[in-house]
Nanobody
Framework: QVQLVESGGGLVQAGGSLRLSCAAS????????MGWFRQGPGKEREFVAV????????YYADSVKGRFTISRDNAKNTVYLQMNSLKPEDTAVYYC???????????????????WGQGTQVTVSS
């Protein structure tokens, strides 16, 4: 069982930046793919970014490509989401998810992940 705790959310003006962190409880973090999803008011949880267990591959939603960067520090059992040039439409609760490597399930669907954090609120004002 992997426990995940997100932090770093807050209120920021449009054009600003935030860095989210997601700390994992287990040393097995190193063999998990890690994803970030978000859920806006009245919306489904949607894919934002994923980084594979080795850190060698990253994938992004088109809506955040070029503005957000996902990274991981396996020594600290932590994955990050650097968010730049934030827009009001980025307002959402952001969740990190984890799944063991080599699952063969889609990176882009929330059903592809086994463990979730409690979420952190990001609010971007115009």
């Amino acid at each position: 069982q992997v426990q995940l705790v997100e932090s770093g959310g807050g209120l920021v003006q449009a054009g600003g930046s935030l860095r989210l962190s997601c700390a994992a409880s287990e040393r097995t973090f190193i063999i998990h793919d890690m994803g970030w999803f978000r859920q806006g008011p009245g919306k489904e949880r949607e894919f934002v970014a994923v980084i594979t267990w080795s850190g060698s591959n990253t994938y992004y939603a088109d809506s955040v490509k070029g503005r957000f960067t996902i990274s991981r520090d396996n020594a600290k059992n932590t994955v990050y989401l650097q968010m730049n040039s934030l827009k009001p439409e980025d307002t959402a609760v952001y969740y990190c998810g984890a799944r063991p490597r080599f699952q063969g399930r889609s990176y882009y669907s929330k059903e592809g992940y086994d463990y979730w954090g409690q979420g952190t609120q990001v609010t971007v004002s115009s």
